[in-house]
């Protein structure tokens, strides 16, 4: 038994379509990781923003949105201590950097 070509080419167009939705709902389900805008507010509340840490607050963003959450802390905390930020400014940074 054979399927035929307008058959055929409806299961087709509804298998895409369907595969598409599924995409377009994993897509939006997709939460905004983190956000260097927080990050940066917060450099600024405390008068320790930077360009150097404005950008780090921007790499731990796109690192967060690429890798894990472990890795881009540790980029973020290392970088703020080495521009010479305080400890509990720059966990309180990084975390604000990393928030969803």
Do not use: W
Request: net charge negative; with cysteine; charged share 20%.
């Amino acid at each position: 038994m054979t399927m035929s070509r307008s058959r055929y080419t409806k299961a087709v167009l509804v298998t895409a379509t369907m595969l598409a939705s599924m995409g377009l709902a994993f897509i939006a389900a997709t939460p905004a990781h983190a956000t260097a805008g927080q990050c940066i507010g917060y450099l600024e509340q405390q008068g320790e923003d930077t360009t150097v840490r404005n950008e780090v607050c921007q790499t731990t963003e796109v690192l967060a949105d690429n890798v894990s959450d472990a890795y881009a802390r540790e980029y973020c905390h290392a970088a703020m201590l080495a521009t010479g930020l305080d400890p509990d400014t720059t966990d309180e940074a990084c975390e604000r950097a990393l928030e969803d």
